[in-house]
């Protein structure tokens, strides 16, 4: 029993692979999470606007 406790726990001695595709690092993600991140602060911006100008025409 002690040998099978033993043997959950080892590590496995291939590690996770993964395969990053073109963009998906280095300069290109920063540019695309700058990207993400400048389009998600306009769009914030103008649905914060809109709903600013319908809460004061609800309120006159």
Not at 7 to 15: A, G, I, S, T
Request: glycine letters at 6%; aromatic letters at 12%.
């Amino acid at each position: 029993m002690k040998l099978f406790a033993m043997r959950w726990f080892e590590r496995d001695k291939e590690p996770q692979r993964f395969y990053l595709l073109p963009g998906m690092g280095g300069k290109a993600r920063r540019r695309k999470e700058l990207r993400h991140l400048r389009w998600s602060l306009a769009v914030a911006l103008v649905v914060s606007g809109v709903l600013a100008c319908a809460l004061y025409l609800l309120s006159r």
